[in-house]
T-cell receptor, first 116, second 114 residues
Framework: AQSVAQPEDQVNVAEGNPLTVKCTYS??????LFWYVQYPNRGLQFLLK????DNLVKGSYGFEAEFNKSQTSFHLKKPSALVSDSALYFC??????????????WGLGTSLAVNP | DTEVTQTPKHLVMGMTNKKSLKCEQH?????MYWYKQKAKKPPELMFV???????INESVPSRFSPECPNSSLLNLHLHALQPEDSALYLC?????????????FGPGTRLLVL
């Protein structure tokens, strides 16, 4: 069965330091992976996705993610964190079940707190 | 422009009321979705419309009734809701032609059922 895990409920980082939000996945075929961010009392905003090609994917707001097939991971990274990056981050993978290719399987989310 | 709009932003309703949530996109997307999200939890898929036809219903109670009047609009009709239905209701849309399609979300309607 397809699944996504975000092993950390919360990540704390100081402003200006690099940040990493972890995501691991399990799929039966090629993975289609997505990162979304949700600011307080807001909808979900798309950050980036991995479909194929380069393992390092660049996205919005200076975020990037590294796809690692051997470790089945897709960690979200940013070289220098901002206080405004404080939000809830969700990793998701496309469900491969026949007829359900529009469904996303979501991780439980990681709350990122960037301290000034 | 990757904008999905939703109205109203907030809604308070009693358990006997009938109300509707509205969603609109002008990106030419042919798939539209309703999700329910509880606080600090991932969104839960409720319905998927593809080319204006209902393609997925995730066993949602009949007190929630979706409608897709055209390719740009999606409604969710609410009737006889329960307090546990209080949540953020998110609409999303996507191109709907490949596995790599991205779902773009609206800001949501925060619903409180009294």
């Amino acid at each position: 069965a397809q699944s996504v895990a975000q092993p950390e409920d919360q990540v704390n980082v100081a402003e200006g330091n690099p940040l990493t939000v972890k995501c691991t996945y399990s799929v039966s075929g090629n993975p289609y992976l997505f990162w979304y961010v949700q600011y307080p009392n807001r909808g979900l905003q798309f950050l980036l996705k991995y479909i194929t090609g380069d393992n390092l994917v660049k996205g919005s707001y200076g975020f990037e993610a590294e796809f690692n097939k051997s470790q089945t991971s897709f960690h979200l990274k940013k070289p220098s964190a901002l206080v405004s990056d404080s939000a809830l981050y969700f990793c998701a993978v496309r469900d491969y079940n026949a007829g359900n290719n529009r469904k996303l399987i979501w991780g439980l989310g990681t709350s990122l707190a960037v301290n000034p | 422009d990757t904008e999905v709009t939703q109205t109203p932003k907030h809604l308070v309703m009693g358990m006997t009321n009938k109300k509707s949530l509205k969603c609109e996109q002008h990106m030419g997307h042919r798939a539209m979705y309703w999700y329910k999200q509880k606080a600090k939890k991932p969104p839960e898929l409720m319905f998927v419309y593809s080319y204006e036809k209902l393609s997925i219903n995730e066993s949602v109670p009949s007190r929630f009734s979706p409608e897709c009047p055209n390719s740009s609009l999606l409604n969710l009709h609410l009737h006889a809701l329960q307090p546990e239905d209080s949540a953020l209701y998110l609409c999303a849309s996507s191109q709907d032609n490949s596995l790599q399609e991205t779902q773009y979300f609206g800001p949501g309607t925060r619903l409180l059922v009294l």
